[in-house]
T-cell receptor, first 108, second 111 residues
Framework: GQQVMQIPQYQHVQEGEDFTTYCNSS?????IQWYKQRPGGHPVFLIQ?????EVKKQKRLTFQFGEAKKNSSLHITATQTTDVGTYFC????????FGAGTTVTVRA | DSGVTQTPKHLITATGQRVTLRCSPR?????VYWYQQSLDQGLQFLIQ???????AKGNILERFSAQQFPDLHSELNLSSLELGDSALYFC??????????FGPGTRLTVL
């Protein structure tokens, strides 16, 4: 069955630095979604990527879908304390499969 | 507020017991999903219902069952509970194959 792997599991970032989290699927995806879960909260939808090679930006967040539609990345520039949380990718073929998430902590 | 409600917020019970978690989706959403999130674990998909019918099944144990009622609310039944069933259980709803809206979750503690 479909498996979605996400790395790194933990990311400790100095405030102001950039970082990237990566997502890889064992199968070709129809689309990929990204969610953010703040500590103590529930996952909140960030974005969906559908097209091969698609790149979307939300302020300091840049999302990319690979050409083969099997991988994706989330790049955050100039990290802020509000970026703290766990970022999940979720690959969609006939059902949504979540990666294990990247938990981000920020050093002020 | 996502518009998805879950009750109860917290549940403490003993091993061997049976509990029911309830979820009301966003108004108009036909799909309901159930997820389990254990400590330091990702989201494990359990099951999806669409307009009352089971649509997809994930890593759901035989001791667990779910249903979606005509008013579209859903219940997840967990029986013969074990210590390892302690987790956060999320319900999510969607109007199609797009974004899922998650409820606040039910934290289950099995003692």
């Amino acid at each position: 069955g479909q498996q979605v792997m996400q790395i790194p599991q933990y990311q400790h970032v100095q405030e102001g630095e950039d970082f990237t989290t990566y997502c890889n699927s064992s199968t070709t995806l129809s689309n990929i979604q990204w969610y953010k879960q703040r500590p103590g909260g529930h996952p909140v939808f960030l974005i969906q990527l559908v097209k091969s090679g698609e790149v979307k930006k939300q302020k300091r967040l840049t999302f990319q879908f690979g050409e083969a539609k099997k991988n994706s990345s989330l790049h955050i520039t100039a990290t802020q304390t509000t970026d703290v949380g766990t970022y999940f990718c979720a690959g969609n073929d006939y059902k949504l499969s979540f990666g294990a998430g990247t938990t981000v902590t920020v050093r002020a | 507020d996502s518009g998805v409600t879950q009750t109860p917020k917290h549940l403490i019970t003993a091993t061997g017991q049976r509990v029911t978690l309830r979820c009301s989706p966003r108004s108009g959403d036909l799909s309901v999903y159930w997820y389990q999130q254990s400590l330091d674990q990702g989201l494990q998909f359990l099951i999806q219902y669409y307009n009352g019918e089971e649509r997809a099944k994930g890593n759901i144990l035989e001791r667990f069952s779910a249903q979606q009622f005509p008013d579209l609310h859903s219940e997840l039944n967990l029986s013969s509970l074990e210590l390892g069933d302690s987790a956060l259980y999320f319900c999510a709803s969607s109007g199609g194959y797009n974004e899922q809206f998650f409820g606040p979750g039910t934290r289950l503690t099995v003692l």
